[in-house]
């Protein structure tokens, strides 16, 4: 068994969830290491918007009991997980990052809490994101910016930058995210942490607080791709309360992880991801990564997917579509806020909806609200949200053919590095740009995963490679992701992780 860290936020949850199993370590004493990391870097790196403290330390006691009653316990347990605020928790606030869920406290589990309950995995707090998962930065957020622990100055990606640097700033060795056009990926990609949207349906939707129902998908966010892997067999699998969750077990993820072979595989670079506008480190690192699982036995080929072209406008006309249906709930009747409109006497409860949507949403849902209203309007339906399901049938072509030829595909996942907070946020067109070599997967429902691919720029910020396979096939990402991040690690003289100057970095935690 590999020896654990004195400090123990450092450990992987694999490395732990053994220790756990053979009773070297408690859960107890795990949780509380992370809420004391919590306790003193959280307020520097804002990656929650509600710490469960009680909460966790009374599920930790439960499993450690449960352990020594000589339960026979799940892989995971007794290891702490942050939960994305976009998922409901019985009991604990859920603001999704949005002042008009303020106050809300759920009376039900999202099912992919049920399972991590279940599973004994004592949930630290909620963390911070993009307001209703719009975003790729947190900056949406009503409750303020995370910030990237490689340097508080940067974004920490989004919408699940909550989930990213709690990961990158050890305050929790596991988080879940949710992905409905890059959110788990690209904030991956820019902490150098791992995340996988899983295929479509292979985890559940029920709970969470839905942005676009036809993308929208949960996944693992982890520090290494087996603690990701882990995750994901705990959080997948049929559920009877999600109408398109797919009857079948969960792919042998865990299994693939661990034995991370790309032996005889056929990778495919896809050929419109990669090239303009993609910063010449990133697409650097990304090169090299190609380089070794090449040598590391793959077959590489090129592999063009002309309709990726348009996955960004197709993807800004469904899901501000599907996103303004989806928000009608808000009401000021049956969650949260409620605001009266001044100076109204007896105001109609139109009135009341209209002031407290008003006061409740922020710039950039209210933006998405009137595209989406605007594009589903009468007389328009068929030219813009017809079109762009069109456009989307094209892109699932494109997959279809491209997987007639190869396992995998590979391209950077995000076009740059971390931005400075701020650089972006006055011009959605550039933010939106953050996720082009993301969103064709959601809108194909094919699963995708982003672990680092190394140091991308002069200010020694990381980047990510994103991995793609064919729909049910989520194991491939895991056997090529792991394989990757063996080599890398070689090559880096450990993970990349390690390098990071502030919060995050080895060198921080030793001074520290
Ligand atoms: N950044 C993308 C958006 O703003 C993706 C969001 C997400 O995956 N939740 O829509």
């Given at each position: 068994m590999t020896d654990l860290p004195t400090d123990l936020t450092r450990a992987t949850a694999a490395d732990l969830a053994d220790a756990l199993a053979s009773k070297t370590?408690?859960?107890?004493?795990?949780?509380?290491?992370?809420?004391?990391?919590?306790?003193?870097?959280?307020?520097?790196?804002?990656?929650?918007?509600?710490?469960?403290?009680?909460g966790a330390l009374a599920q930790a006691q439960a499993v450690d009991e449960r352990r020594h009653s000589g339960e026979s316990l799940g892989a995971l347990a007794g290891v702490p997980i942050a939960v994305k605020d976009v998922m409901t928790t019985r009991g604990v606030p859920t603001t999704c990052g949005s002042r008009i869920l303020e106050g809300w406290i759920?009376?039900?589990?999202?099912?992919?809490?049920?399972?991590?309950?279940?599973?004994?995995?004592?949930?630290?707090?909620?963390?911070?994101?993009?307001?209703?998962?719009?975003?790729?930065?947190?900056?949406?957020?009503?409750?303020?910016?995370?910030?990237?622990?490689?340097?508080?100055?940067?974004?920490?990606?989004?919408?699940?930058?909550?989930?990213?640097?709690?990961?990158?700033?050890?305050q929790a060795p596991l988080a879940t995210g949710t992905d409905t056009g890059g959110s788990i990926r690209q904030p991956a990609a820019v902490t150098a942490t791992v995340g996988t949207k899983p295929t479509y349906g292979g985890v559940s939707r029920y709970g969470l607080v839905a942005l676009a129902s036809s993308l929208d998908q949960a996944g693992p966010c982890g520090r290494t791709v087996l603690d990701t892997a882990l995750l994901h067999a705990v959080m997948g699998g049929h559920d009877p309360m999600d109408s398109t969750s797919i009857d079948a077990p969960v792919p042998p993820v865990v299994e693939a992880a661990r034995a991370a072979d790309v032996r005889g595989m056929r990778i495919?670079?896809?050929?419109?991801?990669?090239?303009?506008?993609?910063?010449?480190?990133?697409?650097?690192?990304?090169?090299?990564?190609?380089?070794l699982l090449e040598e590391l036995g793959a077959e590489v080929v090129e592999v063009s997917c002309p309709n990726f072209e348009y996955a960004l406008a197709a993807y800004y006309l469904?899901?501000?579509?599907?996103?303004?249906?989806?928000?009608?709930?808000f009401d000021a009747m049956r969650y949260g806020l409620r605001v009266l409109p001044e100076g109204v006497d007896a105001p109609s409860a139109e009135q009341v909806m209209a002031a407290t949507r008003d006061a409740g949403f922020g710039?950039?849902?209210?933006?998405?609200?009137?595209?989406?209203?605007?594009?589903?309007?009468?007389?328009?339906?068929d030219a813009y949200y017809g079109s762009a399901q069109k456009v989307r049938a094209l892109i699932a072509q494109d997959f279809d053919a491209a997987y007639s030829t190869v396992d995998v595909l590979v391209s950077p996942t995000a076009p740059t590095t971390a931005f400075k907070l701020g650089d972006k946020l006055e011009d959605p067109m550039a933010m939106y740009l953050n996720d082009i070599a993301t969103i064709p997967a959601n809108l194909a429902g094919v699963p995708g995963m982003s672990i680092p691919s190394g140091l991308a720029d002069e200010d020694g910020l990381p980047a990510g490679i994103q991995i793609l396979a064919p729909a049910m096939?989520?194991?491939?990402?895991?056997?090529v992701g792991a394989a990757l991040e063996k080599a890398l690690v070689d090559r880096w003289g450990g993970p990349i992780l390690d390098r990071a100057p502030s919060l995050g970095g080895a060198a921080a935690a030793k001074g520290a």
């Open positions: 370590i408690s859960s107890v004493e795990v949780t509380q290491a992370h809420l004391d990391r919590i306790a003193a870097v959280d307020g520097q790196v804002h990656s929650y918007l509600h710490v469960d403290t009680e759920p009376p039900y589990d999202a099912t992919v809490v049920t399972k991590l309950r279940e599973a004994g995995l004592p949930i630290l707090g909620k963390t911070n994101m993009d307001e209703f998962a719009m975003g790729s930065s947190t900056e949406h957020s009503a409750y303020g910016p995370s910030h990237n622990p490689w340097d508080l100055d940067r974004i920490p990606g989004g919408s699940g930058g909550g989930s990213s640097s709690v990961l990158a700033s050890f495919g670079v896809v050929k419109e991801l990669g090239g303009e506008g993609y910063q010449p480190g990133v697409r650097a690192r990304f090169d090299e990564s190609v380089a469904i899901l501000p579509s599907e996103a303004s249906s989806n928000l009608a709930k710039a950039e849902v209210k933006r998405r609200i009137i595209l989406g209203t605007y594009a589903l309007s009468s007389g328009y339906y096939k989520d194991e491939r990402l895991y056997s």
